[in-house]
């Protein structure tokens, strides 16, 4: 069983910075495909980055040049650099694993982190 605990969210104003954070349980990292999601109030979630087993990472077109996906993978922790921040940047941030690409890249991984909010403010 993989457990994924989300950290880091917040509220800023626009133009405004956050690192969010996702820990996982075991050494998921390099092994499983993972990604970030968000889901703004009555929106559907959406996916904001995958980072391969490779480390190559992909990037909604709403966030590129802003946001960077990363790994720390001597503390088993996922992250997302989030810069320039706008206020539709709002929503409940997940992180998420599964062993196939495919899973992340559609929304339907088999692990999910509980989620962290993130307010920006205009």
């Known amino acids: 069983q993989v457990e994924l605990i989300e950290s880091g969210g917040g509220s800023v104003q626009a133009g405004g910075s956050l690192r969010l954070s996702c820990a996982s349980s075991?050494?998921?990292?390099?092994?499983?495909?993972m990604g970030w999601f968000r889901q703004a109030p009555g929106k559907e979630r959406e996916g904001v980055a995958i980072i391969n087993t490779d480390a190559s990472t992909d990037y909604a077109d709403s966030v590129k040049g802003r946001f960077t996906i990363s790994r720390d993978s001597p503390r088993n922790t996922l992250l997302l650099q989030m810069n320039s921040l706008k206020p539709e940047d709002t929503g409940m941030y997940y992180c998420a694993a599964d062993y196939r690409r495919d899973k992340v890249e559609f929304g339907r991984p088999a692990y999910w982190g509980q989620g962290t909010q993130v307010t920006v403010s205009s």
């Open positions: 075991t050494d998921v990292l390099g092994r499983f495909y």
